[in-house]
Protein backbone atom coordinates (compact mmCIF):
# COMPACT_ATOMS: atom_id res chain seq x y z
CA UNK A 1 0.00 0.00 0.00
CA UNK A 2 1.49 3.17 -0.75
CA UNK A 3 0.34 6.35 0.50
CA UNK A 4 0.50 10.30 -0.66
CA UNK A 5 -0.60 13.05 1.12
CA UNK A 6 -1.25 16.54 -0.44
CA UNK A 7 -2.72 19.88 0.43
CA UNK A 8 -0.18 21.50 2.86
CA UNK A 9 1.27 25.03 2.71
CA UNK A 10 0.77 28.31 4.53
CA UNK A 11 -1.98 30.11 5.90
CA UNK A 12 -2.53 32.76 8.56
CA UNK A 13 -3.69 32.19 12.10
CA UNK A 14 -7.75 31.37 11.95
CA UNK A 15 -7.50 30.49 8.71
CA UNK A 16 -8.33 26.37 7.02
CA UNK A 17 -6.79 24.16 5.05
CA UNK A 18 -7.86 20.67 3.82
CA UNK A 19 -5.46 17.61 3.27
CA UNK A 20 -5.61 14.72 1.57
CA UNK A 21 -4.37 11.74 1.33
CA UNK A 22 -4.98 8.37 -1.37
CA UNK A 23 -3.62 5.15 -0.86
CA UNK A 24 -3.21 3.07 -3.58
CA UNK A 25 -2.91 -0.82 -3.47
CA UNK A 26 -4.40 -3.30 -1.86
CA UNK A 27 -7.32 -2.26 1.07
CA UNK A 28 -8.59 -4.34 3.27
CA UNK A 29 -12.28 -3.80 4.77
CA UNK A 30 -10.86 -3.23 8.48
CA UNK A 31 -8.42 -0.51 7.11
CA UNK A 32 -8.00 2.47 9.37
CA UNK A 33 -6.56 5.61 8.37
CA UNK A 34 -4.84 8.39 10.49
CA UNK A 35 -2.67 11.65 10.27
CA UNK A 36 0.08 12.56 12.74
CA UNK A 37 2.31 15.46 12.59
CA UNK A 38 5.82 16.57 13.68
CA UNK A 39 6.90 19.78 14.80
CA UNK A 40 10.15 21.34 14.41
CA UNK A 41 11.92 19.90 17.59
CA UNK A 42 9.16 17.75 18.66
CA UNK A 43 8.28 13.97 18.98
CA UNK A 44 5.60 12.83 16.03
CA UNK A 45 2.43 13.25 17.52
CA UNK A 46 -1.59 11.51 16.76
CA UNK A 47 -3.67 14.71 14.88
CA UNK A 48 -7.03 11.95 14.24
CA UNK A 49 -7.80 8.64 12.36
CA UNK A 50 -11.18 6.93 10.81
CA UNK A 51 -12.04 3.48 10.57
CA UNK A 52 -12.86 2.43 7.27
CA UNK A 53 -15.54 -0.40 8.45
CA UNK A 54 -17.57 1.92 10.95
CA UNK A 55 -16.70 5.06 10.37
CA UNK A 56 -15.56 5.60 13.50
CA UNK A 57 -13.24 8.61 14.60
CA UNK A 58 -10.36 9.95 17.21
CA UNK A 59 -9.18 13.23 17.56
CA UNK A 60 -6.22 14.48 19.73
CA UNK A 61 -7.27 16.94 22.50
CA UNK A 62 -5.61 20.11 20.73
CA UNK A 63 -7.50 19.73 17.69
CA UNK A 64 -11.35 18.40 18.91
CA UNK A 65 -13.56 21.04 17.25
CA UNK A 66 -11.39 22.39 14.77
CA UNK A 67 -10.29 19.41 12.95
CA UNK A 68 -12.13 16.64 10.93
CA UNK A 69 -11.40 13.26 9.44
CA UNK A 70 -13.43 12.09 6.72
CA UNK A 71 -13.72 9.50 4.66
CA UNK A 72 -13.76 10.49 0.74
CA UNK A 73 -16.37 8.86 -1.47
CA UNK A 74 -13.32 6.58 -3.33
CA UNK A 75 -12.80 3.74 -0.80
CA UNK A 76 -9.15 4.89 -0.88
CA UNK A 77 -8.78 8.41 0.07
CA UNK A 78 -9.24 10.39 3.52
CA UNK A 79 -9.17 13.81 4.13
CA UNK A 80 -8.20 16.62 7.22
CA UNK A 81 -10.03 19.53 7.18
CA UNK A 82 -8.61 22.13 9.00
CA UNK A 83 -10.50 24.85 10.51
CA UNK A 84 -9.28 27.59 13.35
CA UNK A 85 -5.70 27.40 12.68
CA UNK A 86 -3.15 28.11 15.26
CA UNK A 87 0.54 28.69 14.90
CA UNK A 88 1.20 26.04 17.10
CA UNK A 89 -0.51 23.63 14.36
CA UNK A 90 2.52 24.31 12.20
CA UNK A 91 3.84 21.29 11.40
CA UNK A 92 4.86 18.27 8.67
CA UNK A 93 1.70 16.42 8.42
CA UNK A 94 2.03 12.51 7.44
CA UNK A 95 -1.06 9.94 6.59
CA UNK A 96 -0.78 6.48 7.75
CA UNK A 97 -2.47 3.47 6.93
CA UNK A 98 -2.94 0.16 8.93
CA UNK A 99 -5.68 -2.65 9.31
CA UNK A 100 -7.29 -4.27 11.89
CA UNK A 101 -10.62 -3.74 14.50
CA UNK A 102 -10.33 -1.38 16.98
CA UNK A 103 -12.86 -0.67 19.34
CA UNK A 104 -14.29 1.99 20.31
CA UNK A 105 -12.34 4.00 17.67
CA UNK A 106 -9.23 3.55 15.70
CA UNK A 107 -5.80 3.63 17.26
CA UNK A 108 -3.16 6.75 18.07
CA UNK A 109 -0.05 5.14 18.44
CA UNK A 110 2.21 5.21 15.73
CA UNK A 111 3.24 1.60 15.63
CA UNK A 112 -0.29 0.34 15.14
CA UNK A 113 0.14 2.16 11.33
CA UNK A 114 2.15 -0.09 8.85
CA UNK A 115 1.86 2.24 5.94
CA UNK A 116 3.56 5.56 6.00
CA UNK A 117 3.07 8.51 3.42
CA UNK A 118 5.29 11.39 2.46
CA UNK A 119 4.62 14.43 5.25
CA UNK A 120 3.13 17.53 3.86
CA UNK A 121 3.95 20.59 5.33
CA UNK A 122 1.67 22.60 6.98
CA UNK A 123 2.54 26.42 8.18
CA UNK A 124 0.39 28.90 10.33
CA UNK A 125 1.54 32.35 10.45
CA UNK A 126 0.57 34.90 13.66
Known amino acids: VQLQASGGGLVQAGGSLRLSCAAS????????MGWFRRAPGKEREFVAA????????RYADSVKGRFTISRGNAKNTVYLQMNSLKPEDTAVYSCAGGSGTYYPAPPTRPSSYDYWGQGTQVTVSS
Open 50 to 57: VSWNDGST
Open 25 to 32: GRIFSNYV
